[in-house]
């Protein structure tokens, strides 16, 4: 009897158990960016690319670069480098993205989309690979 109660507690227990989110496999992935903040982005080079420890990313002009990781549904990222020209038209999608990921964004992915959301602002992408 206490051996059934006992199996029966650790049933239950187990339910509350909490597991962490499966992270997205998002090494060797590159995307097109379908929006910043809701409106189509300026330029139709606007993508991020994800190679192993190493993120890019792009308005259309300047490039921004640094180290990242996938942990507990975030992008952990930086520090980035950057180009620094002067792009007409192209400078608030730049400091979108640049303030995005460097929140260290929540993301949510699937096999054609990526969301990515912090610093006051949200990107949409779709898989370009």
Request: with cysteine; hydrophobic share 40%.
């Amino acid at each position: 009897m206490k051996a059934t109660i006992a199996a029966l507690a650790l049933t239950l227990m187990s339910g509350c158990a909490t597991v962490p989110p499966a992270e997205a496999d998002l090494d060797g992935t590159r995307w097109t960016i379908v929006s910043i903040d809701g409106a189509a982005p300026k330029s139709p080079k606007a993508a991020v690319e994800f190679a192993p420890d190493r993120i890019s990313a792009t308005a259309g002009c300047n490039g921004l670069g640094g180290s990242w990781e996938a942990k507990d549904g975030k992008l952990i990222t930086g520090p980035f480098v950057s180009t620094m020209m002067f792009c007409e038209g192209l400078m608030e999608d730049e400091r979108a993205l640049s303030q995005l990921f460097n929140a260290k964004p929540s993301y949510t992915a699937s096999d054609a989309r990526l969301t990515l959301t912090g610093g006051g602002h949200t990107v949409e992408l779709r898989r370009a690979n």
